[in-house]
């Protein structure tokens, strides 16, 4: 029989080993049962008792036992889950020195990564993606020409022919100087090319919102997408002086717009007639809508690669003179006098000895505040009597300036009506003038007016012009990016805004009136 090491066992050894014999012994004598009973029952308790205390030594030293070991086993535990792949893999586990293998009873979890929100930018617009077509620069020998619509008419041919410096053996430009090429850009057709070229594209009118601005009517945006986005089928020449050709266009919508024959044309003019197209959009801002359509078109017949201006060609306009330009022949003098007459104005007939003319007196007041606006000269001022003219503008370079010494004998250039309304004026040929500063604007344009129309007057005041000239010049892709973008387009701005105040300030020291011009 063994002896236990540990404290427990040991006692409860000694306690059976001494106490067993003796109890027996008790047990068989032959003393009395009540103190035979009780000499039993306290040893019994004693034994009790002492079983008690030494289950709760026991349980104590566990406790403190398990409170050493818990910081040691957190590391054990985070070492393990350390080796744990964050992917759901399990590396297989390791076998033991007697070669079984243990199972791990652990619950794998996968990580996911938090998504970040990105951040809700109010008033950014992020640009659609737009798709670039490379063009490949063809110049078209005449033999290649597919269809009559892209051979110069005879008369046409003839006309050039007679001027001199001009040739029309493959070219469409002057001798020695660079001919117009054709640059074929998505959309363009043309026979003879092997250039396979996607036929539809994203429209160079670009509208953003559910509808266009208010000033613009649903024929101006049809005419301004055709005159953008149109197929060339031709071109033909218009004038030898300007620059000008005629672009026969194949619209997809012919009924929508007025015709130079069987096809819509637009009247392509040089790049630094750019302006032209600030000029459109400001007619219709002020709500004069006297002024043909008009874009900036990154064209297929051009030189050097530069966008140039695109006007509606109507046919409707009344023949014009080949000197003035004009449906109307007058005078400085002859005009003065019919701004006197107040011509069909409140739908009174004018007498014969008036002299007036079919157009209405309302127009006159119009064609001057616009004149001003953009400080063309073309019209009303010829020989550039009203200001100081730079040695590029068109009246010193035809010796025209000399010629202010009787004013009333200047004529006036660019009055044109149409066939069937004879009533209102068209403004054509609105190449304006930005670098013209304030101490050298031409206020001759503005001599004999007493009314101005109330509609335009209203816009300069309401502080909103450049804003809406922002809107709508946005709507004009390439001439956005023309001019330099917003950027660009603000100085533009700048300068109408300033002769803006200057014209309030003349209206209200020269006390001209401010009407409803709705006649």
Same mark, same amino acid.
């Given at each position: 029989m063994t002896c236990p090491d540990k404290p427990g066992p040991l006692i409860n050894w000694l306690f059976c080993s001494l106490c067993g014999p003796r109890l027996r012994k008790l047990w068989s004598s032959r003393r009395p049962r009540t103190r035979r009973n009780l000499l039993l029952g306290t040893a019994c308790a004693i034994y009790l008792g002492f079983l008690v205390s030494q289950v709760g030594r026991a349980s104590i030293q566990q406790g403190q036992a398990a409170e050493r070991q818990r910081p040691h086993s957190l590391d054990k535990a985070q070492a393990?889950?350390?080796?744990?792949?964050?992917?759901?893999?399990?590396?297989?586990?390791?076998?033991?020195?007697?070669?079984?293998?243990?199972?791990?009873?652990?619950?794998?979890?996968?990580?996911?990564?938090?998504?970040?929100?990105?951040?809700?930018?109010?008033?950014?617009?992020?640009? +659609?993606?737009?798709?670039?077509?490379?063009?490949?620069?063809?110049?078209?020998?005449?033999?290649?020409?597919?269809?009559?619509?892209? &051979?110069?008419?005879?008369?046409?041919?003839a006309a050039y022919a007679e001027m001199p410096g001009y040739s029309w053996e493959g070219h469409l430009a002057k001798v020695r100087e660079r001919p117009w090429s054709l640059v074929r850009g998505p959309g363009v057709r043309s026979v003879g090319a092997n250039l396979h070229l996607p036929e539809t594209r994203e429209s160079n009118i670009r509208i953003y919102s559910e509808s266009a601005p208010s000033w613009l009517s649903k024929d101006d945006i049809l005419r301004m997408r055709l005159l953008a986005d149109g197929v060339v089928a031709g071109l033909q020449p218009v004038s030898s002086k300007?620059?000008?050709?005629?672009?026969?266009?194949?619209?997809?919508?012919?009924?929508?717009?007025?015709?130079?024959?069987?096809?819509?044309?637009?009247?392509?003019?040089?790049?630094?007639?750019?302006?032209?197209?600030?000029?459109?959009?400001?007619?219709?801002?002020?709500?004069?809508?006297?002024?043909?359509?008009?874009?900036?078109?990154?064209?297929?017949?051009?030189?050097?690669?530069?966008?140039?201006p695109a006007i509606l060609w109507d046919p409707s306009l009344?023949?014009?003179?080949?000197?003035?330009?004009?449906?109307?022949?007058?005078?400085?003098?002859?005009?003065?006098?019919?701004?006197?007459?107040?011509?069909?104005?409140?739908?009174?007939?004018? +007498?014969?000895?008036?002299?007036?003319?079919?157009?209405?007196?309302?127009?006159?007041?119009?064609?001057?505040?616009?004149?001003?606006?953009?400080?063309?000269?073309?019209?009303?001022?010829?020989?550039?009597?009203?200001? &100081?003219?730079? +040695?590029?503008?068109?009246?010193?370079?035809?010796?025209? &300036?000399?010629?202010?010494?009787?004013?009333?004998?200047?004529?006036?250039?660019?009055?044109? #009506? &149409?066939?069937?309304?004879?009533?209102?004026?068209?403004?054509?040929?609105?190449?304006?003038?930005?670098?013209?500063?304030?101490?050298?604007?031409?206020?001759?344009?503005?001599?004999?007016? +007493?009314?101005?129309?109330?509609?335009?007057?209203?816009?300069?005041?309401?502080?909103?012009?450049? #804003?809406?000239?922002?809107?709508?010049?946005?709507?004009?892709?390439?001439?956005w990016e023309s001019q330099g973008g917003r950027q660009g387009i603000e100085k533009l701005i700048d300068v109408i805004e300033q002769r803006a105040q200057i014209l309030l300030t003349y209206i209200n020291a020269h006390g001209v009136k401010v009407v409803p011009m709705n006649e």
């Open positions: 393990s889950f350390a080796e744990i792949p964050l992917d759901g893999t399990l590396a297989p586990p390791e076998s033991q020195d007697n070669g079984t293998t243990l199972q791990p009873n652990v619950v794998y979890i996968t990580l996911r990564s938090k998504r970040s929100k990105p951040a809700n930018i109010r008033g950014t617009v992020k640009p +659609k993606r737009r798709k670039k077509y490379a063009v490949a620069s063809v110049v078209l020998a005449p033999e290649k020409w597919g269809g009559p619509s892209l &051979r110069p008419q005879e008369a046409a041919r300007s620059g000008a050709h005629l672009l026969v266009l194949k619209g997809s919508t012919p009924d929508s717009v007025r015709h130079c024959g069987p096809s819509p044309c637009a009247l392509l003019k040089q790049p630094l007639d750019m302006s032209e197209v600030f000029a459109f959009h400001l007619d219709r801002i002020l709500g004069l809508n006297r002024t043909l359509p008009s874009v900036s078109r990154q064209s297929e017949f051009i030189q050097d690669g530069h966008p140039c009344a023949p014009v003179s080949n000197d003035t330009h004009s449906s109307v022949k007058l005078t400085w003098g002859i005009y003065q006098r019919l701004l006197k007459q107040n011509c069909w104005l409140n739908g009174k007939v004018p +007498k014969p000895e008036w002299d007036c003319t079919e157009i209405h007196h309302y127009e006159w007041s119009k064609m001057a505040l616009f004149d001003f606006l953009l400080q063309m000269y073309d019209r009303l001022d010829t020989n550039c009597c009203g200001f &100081r003219p730079r +040695k590029e503008d068109t009246c010193v370079r035809n010796g025209l &300036r000399p010629n202010c010494g009787d004013p009333s004998s200047v004529t006036l250039a660019h009055i044109v #009506q &149409r066939t069937h309304d004879p009533r209102h004026l068209v403004f054509i040929d609105n190449k304006g003038f930005f670098d013209r500063s304030e101490d050298n604007l031409n206020f001759k344009l503005l001599e004999g007016i +007493k009314e101005f129309p109330e509609s335009a007057v209203s816009v300069l005041k309401s502080q909103h012009l450049r #804003q809406k000239l922002l809107q709508s010049l946005f709507l004009d892709k390439v001439y």
